[in-house]
């Protein structure tokens, strides 16, 4: 556990000294995508200081949300758990609730394969990939690319980069964008503004299917879910 106490007796107080130190969370969401090296989370974090990095992987492991074991042709991995692995949708659910306060980007900012994928996660509709016919799309954000298959069956997500092995075979629609693309996911561009904007270009394939991109791939205003309890004043 973290050394940082809070001092009350709270499933959230709880959760948040395992998971609520700085970068654990980032870590998390990479480890999410998928089981990673010491070397790949280095890298997917360029920011996080060496020795930060390794006392929370220890923290983490402690807490049994993390687990370091052997993976063929790769030696030491790191990977969640199956405790870890119920942190998904609730790292999801943030990704959609940060969505809409992110704002532009700062100087230096960057998007990783691993965060990308994260991303597309969050924002992907399950109701309306199930509505449509099955679809590849290849995206390239700046230097990161990702395949997304979508299908009634749900979202897979595969890198395009020189990382990992490239999926086989060729994308239905070949789309490249910027961090603009954040317009189109809330739905402030429709997909004929966003190409004309410069903000999606369609590099093969049907343009038509950005428009399947945009249904699928949404995080609107005011899209969160609610809980079910109602607020209000105390009772009393």
């Not at 974090?45 to 983490?60: A, Y």
Request: proline share 6%.
């Amino acid at each position: 556990m973290a050394a940082r106490s809070y001092g009350q007796y709270c499933g959230l107080t709880t959760a948040v000294e395992l998971i609520g130190e700085r970068w654990a969370l980032l870590i998390i969401r990479d480890l999410l995508v998928g089981p990673r090296r010491y070397t790949d989370l280095k890298q997917g974090l360029p920011r996080i200081p060496t020795n930060i990095l390794s006392t929370r992987l220890k923290e983490l492991q402690d807490a049994g949300v993390i687990r370091r074991v052997p993976l063929a042709h790769r030696g030491l991995v790191y990977e969640v758990t199956a405790y870890g692995r119920e942190l998904e949708p609730i790292v999801l659910a943030l990704g959609r609730w940060g969505f809409r306060a992110m704002g532009e980007p700062a100087d230096g900012d960057v998007v990783t394969a691993d965060s990308f994928t994260i991303a597309l996660r969050s924002a992907f509709v399950a109701d309306a990939a199930a509505a449509l016919p099955p679809t590849t799309y290849d995206v390239h954000l700046g230097e990161v690319g990702v395949r997304a298959g979508v299908s009634a069956e749900g979202l897979r997500v595969a890198p395009l980069a020189a990382g990992g092995r490239a999926p086989a075979g060729e994308a239905d629609v070949v789309l490249s964008a910027g961090f603009g693309i954040r317009r189109l996911i809330s739905g402030e561009l429709g997909p004929q503004q966003a190409q004309d904007a410069g903000v999606v270009e369609v590099r093969r394939g049907d343009p038509a299917l950005l428009e399947r991109f945009a249904a699928t791939f949404s995080i609107p205003p005011g899209s969160m879910p609610r809980s079910g309890v109602e607020a209000g004043a105390d009772q009393g």
